[in-house]
Nanobody, 113 residues
Framework: VQLQASGGGLVQAGGSLRLSCAASSSMFNFMGWFRQAPGKQREFAARITNSGYTDYAGSVRGRFTISRDNAKNILYLQMNSLRPEDTALYYC??????????WGQGTQVTVSS
């Protein structure tokens, strides 16, 4: 399984970005995003199940929206009201629930104050 993340960039606080993650497979239990800020551990941000159920970390709930285009096998993360603390390398992942988890290469999001 290959995952190609894109859409990161530099944005001012309060702005928006939309991340995309193109997947080579449509077979999954859930897909989602983790993020890793400089000097910190990777942390969960959001996920979506194959039935469309969504789940968010408390720090992004209400500001970020995860979705998926099933026809194109593309995962999205719409990020609104961005804050400097959202600055991180964002990784998409695909989990098949069998112990197999696949990761994209990461896309950098930088939010200036």
């Amino acid at each position: 399984v290959q995952l190609q993340a894109s859409g990161g960039g530099l944005v001012q606080a309060g702005g928006s970005l939309r991340l995309s993650c193109a997947a080579s497979s449509s077979m999954f239990n859930f897909m989602g995003w983790f993020r890793q800020a400089p000097g910190k551990q990777r942390e969960f941000a959001a996920r979506i199940t194959n039935s469309g159920y969504t789940d968010y970390a408390g720090s992004v709930r209400g500001r970020f929206t995860i979705s998926r285009d099933n026809a194109k096998n593309i995962l999205y993360l719409q990020m609104n009201s961005l804050r400097p603390e959202d600055t991180a390398l964002y990784y998409c992942f695909l989990d098949r629930g069998t112990g197999a988890r696949y990761w994209g290469q990461g896309t950098q999001v930088t939010v200036s104050s």
